[in-house]
């Protein structure tokens, strides 16, 4: 098989909506293919497929549940599958680590099942993936793990979330460490409030839009290209000095 690169491929977890999809259709816009991930959505990750498609780039979707660590080695052989059969590759080149679910609950009121979930979507999963991935990403490669602004601002009810986020940023800066010597740049990047529908699309609120924008220097919530087009940057060859960095994408929320 050729393992000559011509054009760059990115893996995104949870790419069928939000974040994740905004951040697919940047890179297929700069010239980047895509490997979408999705948990449930099929048809939205579809979608998302062929919009890509749409741009001359090439694309597919490949179901993935960050939850179940025991399926990541079929996932990864389902990788290698399509990196062999669409690109005639046995690597690719970048991996956003996206895929998340949102949890709200006092601290008080968290059940053990709630916290598990949490650390398993957005630590855990993302952990024990990068570690299987790592044999098929390019050296020189990249990897950027999406985080939150909670991390530097506390709000009530997101005590494991924004705590398994502070971990994934940990882990960040770990990995920048020790895969410096294979040139893989691995950075963080942590939005405030987005219009999505994440977490039971509380930003798309518009009351608690007017409260949010209150509290940030620019005046409005966060767009899903706001943070895209950050995590494209940081994936370029324009940042290829930066590694082992949290990058705030809030708007200055709180500051």
Partial sequence: ?????????????????????????????????????????????????????????????????????????????????????????????????????????????????????LVDVHFKGPFFLTQKLLPVLADGGRIVNVSTGLTRYAVSGVAVYSAVKSALEVLTRALALELGPRRINVNAVAPGGIATDFGGGLMRDEQFQKVVAGETPLGRVGEPEDVADVI?????????????QRVEVTGGYRL
């Fill in 1 to 117: 098989m050729s393992n000559e690169k011509t054009t760059a491929i990115a893996l995104i977890t949870g790419a069928s909506r939000g974040i994740g999809k905004s951040t697919a259709l940047a890179l297929a816009a700069r010239g980047v293919d895509v490997i979408v991930t999705y948990v449930s959505a099929e048809k939205e990750a579809t979608d998302v497929v062929q919009a890509i498609r749409g741009t001359g780039r090439k694309a597919v979707a490949l179901r993935l549940d960050l939850t179940q660590v025991g399926t990541f080695d079929a996932f990864v052989a389902d990788v290698k599958r399509q990196l062999s059969s669409v690109w005639s590759r046995d690597t690719f080149d970048f991996l956003v680590n996206n895929g998340g679910s949102g949890g709200f609950s006092a601290f008080s009121e968290t059940s053990e099942a709630a916290f598990d979930t």
């Fill in 232 to 244: 494209a940057s940081l994936l370029s060859k324009d940042t290829r000095w930066i590694t082992g």
